[in-house]
C-alpha cells in the first residue's frame, strides 16, 4: 500500500569519471578544475562546465549565493580557462561511488 520507510533509496549517480586534467590544489591538497565554458539549465540557472567532466550550478541568489558575475555575459567569458575547485573531484565522485 505505501512506501516502506526503513527501505534505504539510492540515489542514481549523474557525474563522470575525472580527466588527468582535474589536478590536485597546491598545498590543500583538492582537486583543481579548470572552467571550459558555461550553459543553463531548464529553470535558467547557470551551470559551469569544468575540465574535469563535471559540471556545478552557481547561482546568484543573495544572500546566500552572491555571484553576480553569473549574470553577465562578459563577466563569464572573462572566467573561462580560470582554476575552480570541482566540489565532486573532492569528494572522490570518480572513484567506486560510479558505476552502480
Do not use: N
Request: net charge negative.
Amino acid at each position: 500500500m505505501g512506501q516502506d520507510l526503513l527501505q534505504k533509496y539510492v540515489e542514481p549517480i549523474s557525474v563522470t569519471k575525472a580527466s588527468p586534467e582535474c589536478e590536485r590544489g597546491a598545498g590543500c591538497g583538492r582537486p583543481i578544475s579548470r572552467i571550459l565554458g558555461f550553459h543553463q539549465d531548464e529553470d535558467g540557472h547557470w551551470v559551469v562546465e569544468l575540465s574535469c567532466g563535471h559540471t556545478q550550478h552557481l547561482r546568484h541568489q543573495p544572500p546566500w549565493q552572491a555571484r553576480p558575475w553569473v549574470l553577465d555575459a562578459e563577466q563569464r567569458a572573462q572566467r573561462i580557462g580560470q582554476a575552480f575547485a570541482c566540489g565532486w573531484c573532492a569528494q572522490g565522485a570518480d572513484s567506486a561511488t560510479l558505476g552502480r
